[in-house]
């Protein structure tokens, strides 16, 4: 099974750097999985990684450890629009993909 | 537009009713999920499908079944709701088993069962 662990809230100042920490516990490790999700709507994927180090796209980037079990999730230019839910997930060898509990990250003007 | 269709989108439901939620997608995706959301909890996988004609159990699969008839479709069917059943049930897809393999997810269907 799965046991991840993430922040549950964080705030920050528009056009501030946000950094969410991930940290999980896996039988089988087959890939992580970042989403974002606004109060009231579905989950929209943001970012994946299955080997070591950085994926950049665009404000958001993506960092992973296998070794560490530990991933974070770099929002930069932070906008009013991104106050929303972030959610890490892990997906395991029989590729079923179990999800943190989520960080509410509220920017503030 | 492609996607997932979720229905209905809100239900209130008296405990021991029947209920099934209805999930179809139009990608052509092989691999189908069911995720209840509870605040503080977050997502948790109920049942999933890797292909049309399988299904498997995942973190929270009491109470409820599922089927996969075809690639299209995947009910959720909860035989005899209970208060504890109430929750946001997400439907997700993707299109392969492997290699990125991104969730897209449905609207969702808020359920209260009383």
């Known amino acids: 099974g799965q046991n991840i662990d993430q922040p549950t809230e964080m705030t920050a100042t528009e056009g501030a750097i946000v950094q969410i920490n991930c940290t999980y516990q896996t039988s089988g490790f087959n890939g992580l999985f970042w989403y974002q999700q606004h109060a009231g709507e579905a989950p929209t994927f943001l970012s994946y990684?299955?080997?070591?180090g950085l994926e950049e796209k665009g404000r958001f980037s993506s960092f992973l450890s296998r070794s560490k079990g530990y991933s974070y999730l770099l929002l930069k230019e932070l906008q009013m629009k991104d106050s929303a839910s972030y959610l890490c997930?892990?997906?395991?060898?029989?590729?079923?993909?179990?999800f943190g509990a989520g960080t509410t990250v509220t920017v503030r003007a | 537009i492609a996607g997932i269709t979720q229905a209905p989108t809100s239900q209130i439901l008296a405990a021991g009713r029947r209920m099934t939620l209805r999930c179809t997608q139009d990608?052509?995706?092989?691999?189908m999920y069911w995720y209840r959301q509870d605040l503080g909890l977050g997502l948790r996988l109920i049942h999933y499908s890797n292909t049309a004609g399988t299904t498997g159990k995942g973190e929270v699969p009491d109470g409820y079944s599922v089927s996969r008839a075809n690639t299209d479709d995947f009910p959720l069917t909860l035989a005899s709701a209970v208060p504890s059943q109430t929750s946001v049930y997400f439907c997700a897809s993707s299109d392969s088993a492997g290699g990125s393999g991104e969730l897209f997810f449905g609207e969702g269907s808020r359920l209260t069962v009383l």
């Open positions: 990684n299955v080997l070591d």
């Open positions: 997930a892990v997906r395991d060898r029989d590729y079923k993909l179990s």
């Open positions: 990608m052509r995706h092989n691999a």
